[in-house]
């Protein structure tokens, strides 16, 4: 019997993932570089479906049935193209490769026309949802041709979460499109998670001790912000260190790592001149959570009021925070679902924004009941601008808004820093002022740079001769 799929990389989201495959009768073709890790997943999985390990690639590829679709679950980089180049060698016409690891887009798009040149399908695959959602269903964003699709998608659509009957699962677009996807998935994950450390830190400065902030993020999952990361603060934030007895949240030292998502999300946004305030802030407030030179010296020599709220009315304050949480979140998601639109754009995918929304709602790290919400604005407008404008979300805003200025206000007033919440806030009023300290930026660029400037009165381009009789001249009529 041949395989019906084959994965390469038997770390744990590669064994899983071939579990999963396993689990709903597909015939599962194994490979990792290091055998060993094969035999661990027979030794210990075997039993759960049918697995055909191979000890080499060419008796892995053998194994497979013809057109192959192979998914590759190794480390994103290097690791992923030596994996590619072992394969190439024994497939045959209309296999399909197919990259589920973490990679950054534009490898995606570079392997998708040095593999299909070659008479290979490659698909470039974001997947969601950590080793368990690997394991139960994941949320799949596959890019590559609609006809690689046609092969790859039922299997991919069987394997992944599922909302009622829809599965978390849909093409994305060409090329680089799918890991395009994921990365802004991350990147939006970032701030998602960031805005709960800014709550949590928001509750404790006013005196909330860890169980109250755990059952007051327990209640807050029961509404609107019911999401994946808020039930599981709630649960971190309950669980006790196993060595001291201390709420473990105390015990875990506040650095925060990252692997890359997010930085491409903000890299990738800044080239698209796209503003992800929000990602960007997260990202950044990871760095400086690690940046120890900079938290050593700033310890002992930068003075300020210390992080402690009065709060006369603490259910109240709960609830302000509450707001600017749904707030700061919106605004993140607004940020980052206009990046998936102007690079959809740019890049020529034609990427439908509802799709994404509908796909996160299970499976993945983000899923939460407000995509429901972002899937259906998408769905009747397409074209939407931003989603903070949304009919079902700017009334919202507008109610919120003086919760969330309250909020920004109290933290930069006691020194916490917050700083989802007020650049999120910033960018809301940005957007929504009829005039901005734009013109000041403008005026100073023409000054020093002869950069010019528009009129709000007429149209085209205009210098002023500052270092001479400070005439204007119109440099174009347009
Ligand atoms: P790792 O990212 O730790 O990768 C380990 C796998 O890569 C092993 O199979 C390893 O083989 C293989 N590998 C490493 N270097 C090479 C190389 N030079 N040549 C060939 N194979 C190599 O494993 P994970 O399971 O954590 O993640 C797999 C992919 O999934 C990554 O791209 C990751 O970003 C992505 N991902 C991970 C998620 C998670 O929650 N962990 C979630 C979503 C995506 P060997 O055993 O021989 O060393």
Not at 287 to 306: F, I, K, M, N, Y
Not at 327 to 336: D, F, N, W
Request: net charge negative; proline share 4%.
């Amino acid at each position: 019997e041949k395989a019906n799929i084959g994965v390469v990389g038997m770390a744990v989201m590669g064994s899983n993932l071939a579990r999963n495959l396993a689990h709903h009768g597909y015939a599962v073709a194994i490979y990792n570089r290091t055998f060993a890790k094969t035999q661990a997943v027979m030794d210990e999985h075997g039993s759960e479906g049918t697995f055909i390990p191979g000890a080499t690639v060419e008796e892995f590829v053998a194994s497979i049935a013809h057109p192959r679709s192979i998914i590759l679950m190794v480390k994103a980089g290097a690791a992923t193209d030596a994996t590619i180049e072992e394969l190439l060698p024994y497939l045959e016409p209309g296999d399909i490769i197919v990259d589920a690891g973490n990679s950054f887009f534009r490898d995606t798009i570079r392997r998708e026309k040095e593999i299909s040149e070659k008479g290979f399908h490659f698909v470039g695959t974001g997947v969601s949802g950590g080793e368990y959602g690997a394991l139960t269903g994941p949320s799949i964003m596959p890019g590559g041709t609609p006809e690689s699709y046609t092969v790859l998608g039922p299997m991919l659509e069987a394997i992944s979460a599922h909302v009622g009957d829809e599965p978390c699962c849909t093409w994305i677009g060409p090329n680089g499109a799918g890991h395009f996807v994921k990365m802004i998935h991350n990147g939006i994950e970032y701030s998602d998670m960031q805005v709960i450390g800014e709550a949590y830190e928001l509750l404790k400065a006013a005196g909330i001790g860890t169980d109250e902030a755990a059952a007051i993020f327990k209640t807050w999952n029961q509404g609107e912000l019911s999401s994946y990361l808020i039930e599981i603060t709630a649960d971190l934030l309950q669980q006790a260190d196993p060595q001291t007895g201390a709420p473990l949240v105390d015990v875990i030292k506040d650095r925060a790592g990252m692997k890359g998502t997010g930085t491409w999300t903000v890299t990738t946004a800044l080239e698209l001149g796209v503003p992800v305030n929000g990602i960007a802030e997260s990202v950044f407030a990871r760095a400086e959570s690690s940046h120890d030179d900079l938290r050593r010296v700033a310890q002992t020599s930068l003075q300020g009021p210390d992080r402690t709220l009065q709060v006369p009315d603490k259910d109240a304050f709960v609830e302000d925070v509450r707001r600017a949480l749904w707030a700061s979140k919106v605004v993140a998601y607004s940020q980052g679902f206009d990046e998936i639109r102007t690079g959809g754009q740019e890049f020529g995918w034609n990427i439908n924004v509802a799709d994404c929304a509908k796909i996160w709602r299970d499976g993945c790290i983000i899923r939460a009941k407000l995509l429901e919400n972002i899937r259906q604005e998408y769905s009747a407008s397409p074209d939407l601008v931003s989603l903070m404008c949304a009919p079902s979300i700017a009334p919202q805003l507008a109610d919120y808004q003086d919760a969330w200025r309250r909020v920004v206000a109290a933290a930069a007033q006691a020194g916490v820093p917050a700083p989802v919440f007020s650049s999120s806030l910033a960018y809301y009023d940005m957007a929504r002022a009829p005039r901005n300290n734009a013109a000041v930026t403008q005026g100073l660029r023409d000054y020093f740079g002869s950069h010019t400037y528009e009129r709000v009165d007429a149209a085209g381009h205009y210098h002023l001769e500052w270092s001479g009789d400070r005439s204007e001249i119109k440099t174009s009529d347009n």
